[in-house]
């Protein structure tokens, strides 16, 4: 079993910046493919980014293309979202996820583990 905890979220304005993180529980979460969803009210969850476990491949929606980047650091179990020119339409509950296997996908059902999210807010 892996948990994970985001944190990082908060309420930025329009073109600004946030950074969010997720940390596992386990090391061995370290060779798991990681992935970013998010989900807004009235919404169902969607695909933002993932990242495979050396962190030589990442998969973005097109809604953040050039403006959102996932790294990851295996020797603190942490994976980041570096969100910039940020938008109103990208408000949403942020959720990390692991898949359990090394490569990344952009399916919600290849994850097994979610955390709870952190909130980002973007007002206009």
């Known amino acids: 079993q892996v948990q994970l905890v985001e944190s990082g979220g908060a309420l930025v304005q329009a073109g600004g910046s946030l950074r969010v993180s997720c940390i596992a529980s386990?090391?061995?979460?370290?060779?798991?493919?990681m992935g970013w969803f998010r989900q807004a009210p009235g919404k169902e969850r969607e695909f933002v980014v993932a990242?495979?476990?050396?962190?030589?491949?990442?998969y973005y929606a097109d809604a953040v293309k050039g403006r959102f980047t996932i790294s990851r650091d295996n020797a603190n179990n942490t994976v980041y979202l570096q969100m910039n020119n940020l938008k109103p339409e990208d408000t949403a509950l942020y959720y990390c996820?692991?898949?359990?296997?090394?490569?990344?996908?952009?399916?919600?059902?290849?994850?097994?583990?979610w955390g709870q999210g952190t909130q980002v807010t973007v007002s206009s």
């Open positions: 996820a692991a898949r359990g296997v090394t490569w990344p996908s952009g399916r919600e059902n290849d994850y097994l583990y």
């Open positions: 386990r090391r061995t979460a370290s060779t798991y493919a």
């Open positions: 990242i495979s476990y050396g962190g030589t491949h990442t």
